[in-house]
């Protein structure tokens, strides 16, 4: 089979590919067009682009007038480059130790950590919000990060084990024999040859929790806490909504993830096609 | 400066005895081999004497002094890895020259250092190239020049030589023998391939199942093996082992080695008939079916014409031949 007589099949391929793009970005894209007209116009055609005649700014006018909106991406920010952060460091290292040493438990604990990825956090919710007021850190980015980092790490640790694991013994006793200690192994040997992996689980784990809104508005619903998710419900009402505003809320909250996303994005192909093409 | 000594040294991951007690002297500026078939337990013991994997029994002693609880880095000792292990993200100087600047050693000396050796091994234009950009041979000349700008008390070589293809395989061979001679210090090195033992070795410990079935030089394995596993293990082709009640001596097997059989179209002691025969120019190997003996392996120098399925009468050289008891010892 030549690659010419299987262009036919690249062309089903793509076709299909491309179909799924178009269904997945069409929601993203009516939420964007739509956030520049006017509401009249919102109504009256939901798919027609913004033209001179519908087009206004009146959703991103109220959203950077009303509520702080600024503060909320801070705090949306803040919460989600920090857990990642977290959850990054301690999956990794968990994952070094789980695929490197050789201790009693070793296998149960990581039992132990997987199961996390099947029992969602949100059923623990009760008993987090009575220690988040117990601990006195309900409305704080504390208790955001912290939840956000207990739900990240199963995955992460389920992930970056399997890929350390791959990472050559031979390498890390090298680094032994040369007197580099176990954190220096794991730092400047370790570490980058799982950089795609890495990449992967920050993915996964970041999108979440920019999406949540189930815990902001559980553990911090307080005014100078709000995240991006939580402070775009102040534009949906009971009664009324105000579509311009939630729209536009909504298209600037794409943005951040989205340059995130593409720092990653990189890495995660590799992640993904990894041992695919050599 | 350097001997190596085990006592009673034991393994065990769990409740498998990986290692069954072994006790070795490697002196002082010896060649060591270990060597034996795949899950024999010689990675393992070396891993040991590196501090790798700890010790379940047993004592490990380097310049007379317990080194048991020691860290690798603190044994005074470099290993050569099977898959080179290179740092990817250092250059080949900051490779070689990564062990001493952790250890604290100046500037200079380590720049003084790196350079002799890369002169030793012909490395010098590649210093400054990443592991990434060098050829399977290449990596392995640099892992062997990590290891020698230590100036360790002793050199652990895992299988340097697997991962190379045969011609680079017999160049790297030689390059190991003449440093060794060069630097006169202590290497031990883990083999499962008789060819690359017998080449370099001082001295061979044959392994087998976490024991050890013999030590000694290359032509005392060749010429007066300790039993049946030994005299199967090294020496190439293998062995032929024959039925000795048959034959009229005592139950037991007789070794005898491909080069020690004659063969001859008119007469000899066992009548037998040809199945193969490989042709290697200055050697020719026939294989020879007998009744009683199953496959026997006649090596002959220079060509011969043997035709497959002809009859042909093998001979035993009496005086190279060895005699082994039922339980494979020799008698």
Known sequence: ??????????????????????????????????????????FADPLALPMPANFDLVGYQTVLKQGDF???????????????FFVLLFGAMAAFALSEYRFKGNTLMGLYLALGIMIPIRLGTVAILEIMVATGLVNTLTALILVYTAQGLPLAIFILSEFMKSVSKDLKDAGRIDGLSEY???????????????????????IPIWND????LILAPAEQTKTVTLGAQVFIGQFVTNWNAVLAALSLAIVPVLVLYLIFSRQLIRGITAGAVK | MGALELKGVTKSFGKTDVIKGVDLIVNDGEFCVFVGP???????????????????????LLDGKRMNDVAPAKRELAMVFQTYALYPHLTVRDNMGLALKQAGVS???IRAATDKAAAMLALEPLMERRPAE???????????????????????????LSNLDAALRVATRIEIAKLHRELKATMIYVTHDQVEAMTLADRIVVLRAGKVEQVGSPMELYNNPANTFVAGFIGSPQMNFLDAASMGYPPGRIGIRPEHLTISRESGDLKAEVSHVEKLGGE????????DHGLLTVRLFGEHDFAVSETVYLTLQRDRMFQFDPAGKRR
Request: with cysteine; aromatic share 10%; proline share 5%.
């Open chain 2, 134 to 160: 060098l050829s399977g041979g290449q990596r392995q000349r640099v892992a062997i020049g990590r290891a020698i700008v230590r100036t360790p008390k002793l050199f652990l070589f895992d299988e340097p």
């Open chain 2, 284 to 291: 020719t190997l026939v294989y020879a079916c007998h009744p």
């Open chain 1, 213 to 216: 809104l189930w815990f902001p």
């Open chain 2, 38 to 60: 795949s899950g024999c337990g010689k990675s393992t013991l070396l891993r040991m004497i590196a501090g790798l994997e700890d010790t379940t029994g047993g004592d490990i």
């Open chain 2, 107 to 109: 500037r200079a000396e």
């Open chain 1, 184 to 206: 220096r192994i794991f730092f400047t040997l370790v570490l980058p040859l799982v950089r795609p992996a890495m990449a992967t689980v920050a993915v996964f784990t970041m």
């Open chain 1, 1 to 42: 089979m030549s690659a010419r007589t299987s262009l036919g099949r690249t062309i089903a391929a793509h076709a299909v590919l491309l179909t799924y793009t178009l269904i997945a970005l069409f929601p993203v894209f009516v939420i964007v067009i739509n956030s520049f007209k006017s509401r009249k116009a919102i």
């Open chain 1, 70 to 84: 600024l503060l909320y991406f801070q705090n949306s920010l803040i919460v989600t480059v920090a857990s990642l």
